[in-house]
């Protein structure tokens, strides 16, 4: 009898973090690796989310959360949609789970059947394909390129959609590629949509803040789309409390109360200390955090002029996240230091060796042609990362 599940067999490593894992064992050898691998900015949480969390502990808050969140936290997070998104939820509609990444797991799980086909504009976030094929979903993947900064049509989308899909699921700010849909290009999408009120969309927003264009519209803000939209944030980017795990949704009640169950079975509440101080987070102007967003348009701009200077990368301007993807099909099929270039994940591996920086191949997120880097490192490693670069493919 077979070990281990073929569920589990068939499922992906993320390869975000078996890059990270590479690098640390790279470091443990004692080589100076540079990582920009990992989706996690370098600031500290702000002191004002740290205390509250010191007061919640010296408040005794030690004992089992509720399933769903704190009524205090979801009043919170609430008036953060209102204020933020123009959205109104209700308690009953709102799920805080153990980060982002358990509420897209949560609705994944309450509502993929065997063989429902779930439209991923390409690139994607690492997890999305993954975490659909676990609950027995198919990944359709619709491919975009540089030539329209990463972002779907309307017509891809009515190419992509059949009778067998129940979602599409998206992040804008996008992680990996930091395209950021306009309104307008919201509204192109949601008139597809429109003509489809079987699909529900899942709209992944926790890098809504980290946006240096003309702001972040939510797809649930079209009146047309709001029963049909679970909206996912969380407060790992913004807030910088990656390691805090809070995430959660704001969906359409019946959604929303199957999440719960399902956590229920799962992790039950999340952490009672993080949660208490995510209510100071969420009811804190965004303005507070505003100082780590310019600094990391001012890393953006940085990057770019360096990555523009060397020959093979070629970038789009991202409009938000921390993340650029420039193609880098320049160097394929190309021998780089007595080693053949055959794709993305070759380059990144050979950057890694080579010039001790991590980044990650965009294979891993939909796309063949382009690597992912991180710019939420310091103006010093960013510039010593991309001179080591341009030494080992010069």
């Known amino acids: 009898m077979q070990l281990l599940s073929d569920r589990i067999l068939n499922m992906a490593t993320s390869a975000t973090l078996a890059m990270a894992a590479k690098a640390r064992e790279l470091r443990g050898e004692g080589k100076d690796i540079i990582g920009l691998s990992l989706g996690e900015p370098d600031f500290n949480t702000p002191d004002f989310i740290k205390e509250a969390a010191i007061q919640a502990i010296n408040d005794n808050y030690n004992s089992y959360s509720p399933v769903d969140g704190y009524a205090d936290l979801k009043d919170a997070i609430i008036t953060k949609f209102k204020r933020d998104n123009n959205l109104t939820y209700t308690p009953s509609q709102v799920v805080v789970s153990t980060g982002a990444k358990q509420s897209l797991f949560n609705v994944a799980g309450v509502m993929i059947n065997d063989g429902d086909e779930v439209i ?24 975009t390129t540089i030539a329209t900064d990463f972002k779907m049509t309307a017509e891809q ?10 979602m599409m699921w998206f992040s804008s700010p996008c992680n990996p590629s930091g395209s950021v849909y306009s309104k307008d290009e919201l509204k192109a999408l949601v008139d597809v949509l429109a003509k489809y009120p079987d699909i529900y969309v899942v709209s992944d927003e926790i890098y809504e803040h980290i946006n240096y264009g003309e ?17 996912v944030n969380g407060v790992s980017k913004a807030f910088a409390m990656t390691g805090w795990r809070i995430g959660y949704i704001g969906a359409p009640e019946k959604i929303a109360r199957a999440c719960n169950k399902l956590q229920g079975q799962a992790t039950s509440g999340a952490n009672c200390i993080a949660q208490r101080a995510v209510i ?25 002029d360096l990555l523009n200077d060397i020959e093979g990368f070629k970038c789009n301007v991202p409009d938000g996240a921390f993340y650029v993807f420039p193609n880098v099909t320049h160097f394929f099929g190309k021998t780089l230091k007595g080693k053949k270039i055959n794709n993305a994940s070759d380059f990144s591996l050979f950057l890694l060796e080579e010039a001790l920086v991590a980044t990650v191949t965009g294979e891993a997120f939909g796309n063949p042609d382009c690597i992912r880097i991180s710019y939420a490192a310091s103006n010093e490693q960013i510039i010593e990362a991309m001179k080591r670069i341009k030494e080992a493919v010069s």
């Open 120 to 143: 991923l504009p390409c690139p994607y976030w690492v997890s999305y394909a993954d975490i659909v094929k676990l609950f027995g979903g198919v990944p359709v993947e619709v491919k």
């Open 280 to 304: 100071t987070a969420c009811n804190e102007s965004p303005e507070k955090v505003k100082y780590m967003i310019d600094e990391f348009k001012q890393r953006r701009d940085l990057i770019l």
């Open 157 to 166: 989308l009515e190419a992509a959609i059949t009778p067998k899909t129940k």
């Open 215 to 231: 702001g972040h519209t939510s797809i649930a803000e079209f009146e047309e789309m709001y029963d049909r939209t679970i909206t």
